[in-house]
């Protein structure tokens, strides 16, 4: 499966934003999907997570209340909507895939196997 995540951008702090993940391939309801991000220097840190059917969702406590992950299968793509942003969430965000048949939702890298290219947010003062 190939992701190609869009829609990051400059935008003020307190504002929102709202990130896309398109996924290639096929049994895309079958796979959890997950969104983490990236600051130079840092490990990848989990983000949100959504289950293959989208029943079930997990976050990061930093973002929890703000931050929504969804999901459109039929058009085999994920979102997060990003809410109330803060300066610490100036990031570069990826979206990754479970395998085929692995719909749970999971929290750690290593358990996806997918992975787009970052998408950067920059929140401004």
């Known amino acids: 499966v190939q992701l190609q995540a869009s829609g990051g951008g400059l935008v003020q702090a307190g504002g929102s934003l709202r990130i896309s993940c398109a996924a290639s391939?096929?049994?895309?309801?079958?796979?959890?999907m997950g969104w983490f991000r990236q600051a130079p220097g840092k490990e990848r840190e989990f983000v949100a997570g959504?289950?293959?059917?989208?029943?079930?969702?997990s976050y990061a406590d930093s973002v929890k209340g703000r931050f929504t992950i969804s999901r459109d299968n039929a058009k085999n793509t994920v979102y997060l909507q990003m809410n109330s942003l803060k300066q610490e969430d100036t990031v570069a965000y990826y979206c990754?895939?479970?395998?085929?048949?692995?719909?749970?939702?999971?929290?750690?890298?290593?358990?996806?196997?997918?992975w787009g290219q970052g998408t950067l947010v920059t929140v401004s003062s």
């Open positions: 990754a895939a479970r395998r085929p048949e692995q719909p749970m939702v999971v929290i750690t890298t290593d358990r996806y196997d997918y």
């Open positions: 959504i289950s293959g059917s989208a029943t079930s969702t």
């Open positions: 391939g096929r049994a895309f309801t079958s796979r959890a």
